[in-house]
C-alpha cells in the first residue's frame, strides 16, 4: 500500500477510531482496522516529527544569518 499524505492518513486514521468505537464489528474486523490504524498513526508520527525537525533546522540557519 503507497503511503498516504500526512491529511489523508489522519482522516483514515479518524475513520477507523470511528468505526471502533460503534464497537459493532466483528472481532476480525476490528483487529485489521487496529492494525491499519497503528500503521497510520505511525505514518503520521513520523512525518510530524520530521516537519519538526526541518522547522528547527530552518529557523537555525535563519537565526545564524541574522
Do not use: F, H, W
Not at 30 to 58: D, F, M, W
Amino acid at each position: 500500500m503507497p503511503e498516504l499524505t500526512y491529511e489523508k492518513a489522519l482522516a483514515r486514521l479518524e475513520e477507523i477510531v470511528a468505526k471502533l468505537e460503534e464497537g459493532s464489528l466483528e472481532l476480525d474486523e476490528s483487529l485489521k482496522l487496529y492494525e491499519e490504524g497503528t500503521k497510520l498513526a505511525a505514518q503520521c508520527n513520523k512525518e510530524l516529527t520530521e516537519a519538526e525537525q526541518k522547522i528547527v533546522k530552518l529557523s537555525s540557519i535563519s537565526e545564524e544569518k541574522n
